[in-house]
């Protein structure tokens, strides 16, 4: 069986964490073969129906209207093996897809049951009920716990009853106890491609904290019980500032800026806060997470120095610098001082003509150019 992909990375520092999320995926796998087995049956029955159902339709010659399967197009590639150029030259017809019944019903002969996709999508879907079972729970304990990882013992049992997957955590910390309960409900449901687990979610039933018992406390309740002195949104706020991350990140976007912009693709707008320019989410129309410009200068200086390059690569080059650059010739890149590591640099430099001297002496022309500001090109730093 795969190793479960560890997602949660914020989570991996906390050797608590990651011991009960093993314990948590152990529980899973332990009553996955029955899991995985009533999975194949549900969506290898999905695959048979359709078949089923093409195939009888096809043979009445029930041809009226068109196919409407999926996104308007029927596909035979999906639960049927592909038809062979062999097939497709003795019906006389070759298509790839089907508009309409009397495009598909030359095939009929040729066409035979497969269920690869179906068995694929069945393993699929056993994993999303896993990964979901896991970090959704992990998630919750994460809360709680916040940045405890004086972990003493945990109990992690769950085995079927009454037609669930049901169980319980029990988490033993330094002065510390809680116990939760969850369920994953088991429902095979007839539709395929659906995960066909449900989770409950988990419930704090008890709790006892030096020495003084709780009966189910909420979320947040426990967590302060536990020594937390911020709230998750306070800390999430702290996360994201120290990230760089602009503080309208995740925030409604106001509706005047969205005025004239609702039936475009993509929408784009300038943050109020960081004046860049952000795209929105269409779905909830808030902004993207993005970091203001001075994070992303820092980043993106860190990045150079890393791999050996100065600091000041592609930053502006000051302004008393550029004084004192004289007239350059031409279309030249001219070069200037670094400050930061006090090499002569090469510049992308916005230069004008000088006009009242350095002429030509034929036809008057100028010659020579004064730089008006410049940026320093990307230069290695020396040994």
Request: proline share 4%.
């Amino acid at each position: 069986m795969e190793k479960l992909d560890i997602r949660a990375k914020t989570w991996e520092k906390n050797p608590a964490l990651v011991r009960i999320m093993q314990m948590l995926e152990d529980a899973f796998n332990s009553v996955g073969e029955k899991i995985r087995g009533d999975l194949l049956r549900a969506y290898r029955k999905g695959a048979r129906d359709s078949f089923t159902s093409v195939v009888s339709r096809l043979k009445r010659g029930d041809l009226s209207g068109e196919i409407d399967l999926g996104r308007g197009r029927f596909s035979p590639y999906k639960n049927w093996r592909e038809y062979t150029r062999l097939d497709a030259k003795a019906a006389g017809v070759e298509y790839k897809h089907f508009r309409t019944w009397d495009e598909l019903r030359p095939f009929v002969g040729f066409m035979s049951l497969d269920l690869t996709q179906a068995d694929r999508a069945a393993n699929d879907s056993y994993e999303h009920a896993r990964d979901s079972f896991v970090h959704k729970n992990l998630g919750k304990l994460a809360t709680v716990i916040g940045q405890r990882s004086d972990l003493k013992n945990a109990v992690v049992r769950f085995d079927w009853r009454g037609g669930s997957f049901r169980g319980n955590m029990q988490i033993y910390l330094e002065g510390a106890y809680f116990r939760g309960d969850v369920d994953v409900k088991y429902v095979i449901r007839t539709i395929p491609n659906v995960t066909p687990y449900f989770q409950y979610p988990l419930v704090f039933v008890e709790a006892e904290v030096a020495g003084k018992h709780y009966n189910r406390p909420s979320e947040a309740e426990l967590r302060i019980l536990l020594g937390a002195t911020k709230s998750v949104a306070e800390e999430k706020r702290e996360a994201a500032a120290a990230a760089g991350l602009c503080p309208m990140s995740g925030q409604q976007v106001p509706e005047a800026l969205l005025k004239g912009l609702y039936n475009r693709m993509s929408v784009y707008v300038t943050c109020p806060s960081c004046r860049s320019v952000v795209s929105v989410n269409k779905q909830s129309w808030k902004f993207r997470n993005h970091k203001t410009p001075g994070a992303q200068r820092a980043g993106e200086a860190q990045k150079l120095e890393t791999a050996g390059y100065c600091p000041a690569s592609r930053q502006k080059m000051p302004a008393h610098l550029v004084e004192k650059i004289g007239p350059v010739e031409g279309y030249k890149d001219p070069k200037g001082l670094c400050e930061s590591c006090g090499q002569q640099v090469r510049l992308d430099a916005e230069k004008e003509w000088i006009r009242d001297q350095f002429l030509t002496p034929d036809t008057g022309y100028p010659t020579k150019m004064k730089v008006l500001s410049a940026k320093y090109y990307k230069h290695r730093l020396t040994k």
